[in-house]
């Protein structure tokens, strides 16, 4: 038998949309909406973080044919988290958007606040400074300063970069960088110059607020 969030106590992501909106909810609450109900053994924000979970690792296409192997995630489901995707994909594009200081870069990553693990994400803008690509590049290392330049400039290269933005959460809260902040920054400028495609600054954010590399005069040098 199926458990409904609706028939737990707890607070409704459905009341808390009609009462915050939307932006107020965290992703696994979205997808406890679109799921609208868990299955057997398993309630439905349990598998709303297994679906997540998928997208984080599977973002560049979201396949009905790989989302019913998630135990919970029959057909209909599939369906529904499919089509939203492609809609999304259609309607909502942050392509195109001009990147102009540190604070234009937040929607594109805020969704990512309150996530327990680390996510590295890479962000390819053209020579007008628009975004041509995000994309999560690692996701639960212990420290930022696990991540390969390699990973990070591979996307860059084929999007045909004319920059980089690099930025990645801190699950504590604290935005200031931590020496290992420092020294992956050193490490992917050092590649950056090699490849002749400028990172323009490294942001370290979380619902606290953020951290600018560049704001804070430590993008050169």
Same mark, same amino acid.
């Given at each position: 038998?199926?458990?409904?969030?609706q $028939?737990?106590?707890s607070?409704?992501? @459905?009341?808390?949309?009609?009462?915050? !909106?939307? !932006? *107020?909810?965290?992703d696994?609450?979205?997808?406890?909406?679109? /799921? +609208?109900? +868990?299955?057997?053994?398993?309630?439905?924000f349990?598998?709303?973080?297994? %679906?997540?979970k998928?997208?984080?690792?599977n973002?560049?296409? /979201?396949?009905?044919?790989?989302?019913?192997?998630?135990? +919970?995630?029959g057909?209909a489901?599939?369906?529904?988290?499919?089509?939203?995707? $492609?809609?999304a994909?259609?309607?909502?594009?942050? $392509?195109?958007?001009?990147?102009?200081?540190?604070?234009?870069?937040?929607?594109?990553?805020h969704? =990512?606040?309150?996530?327990?693990? #680390?996510?590295?994400?890479?962000?390819? /803008?053209?020579?007008?400074h #628009?975004?041509?690509?995000?994309?999560?590049?690692?996701? &639960?290392l212990a420290?930022?300063?696990? %991540?390969?330049?390699?990973?990070?400039?591979? &996307?860059?290269?084929s999007?045909?970069?004319?920059?980089?933005?690099? *930025?990645?959460n801190?699950?504590?809260?604290?935005?200031?960088?931590?020496?290992?902040?420092?020294?992956?920054?050193?490490?992917? @400028? !050092?590649?950056?110059?090699? /490849?002749?495609i400028? =990172?323009?600054?490294?942001?370290i954010?979380?619902? @606290? !607020?953020?951290?600018?590399?560049l $704001?804070?005069?430590?993008?050169?040098?």
């Amino acid at each position: 038998m199926e458990t409904n969030y609706q $028939e737990s106590s707890s607070c409704l992501p @459905r009341e808390k949309l009609f009462l915050q !909106g939307a !932006g *107020a909810l965290s992703d696994s609450e979205l997808l406890a909406i679109l /799921l +609208g109900s +868990g299955s057997a053994g398993q309630d439905v924000f349990t598998l709303s973080h297994k %679906v997540l979970k998928f997208i984080d690792a599977n973002q560049e296409s /979201l396949s009905p044919q790989e989302l019913i192997k998630i135990r +919970g995630i029959g057909k209909a489901k599939a369906a529904l988290l499919g089509a939203m995707w $492609e809609f999304a994909r259609r309607r909502i594009r942050p $392509e195109g958007q001009k990147i102009r200081c540190a604070r234009d870069i937040l929607p594109l990553v805020h969704h =990512l606040n309150d996530r327990k693990q #680390e996510h590295f994400i890479q962000i390819s /803008l053209n020579g007008a400074h #628009e975004v041509i690509k995000t994309r999560i590049v690692t996701v &639960g290392l212990a420290n930022a300063a696990q %991540v390969h330049p390699r990973e990070v400039f591979y &996307g860059a290269i084929s999007d045909c970069a004319a920059a980089v933005i690099v *930025a990645h959460n801190h699950p504590s809260g604290e935005t200031t960088p931590s020496q290992e902040d420092l020294q992956v920054t050193r490490k992917l @400028r !050092g590649a950056a110059a090699t /490849l002749a495609i400028p =990172l323009l600054d490294h942001i370290i954010f979380s619902r @606290r !607020g953020y951290y600018s590399f560049l $704001e804070n005069g430590q993008m050169c040098g």
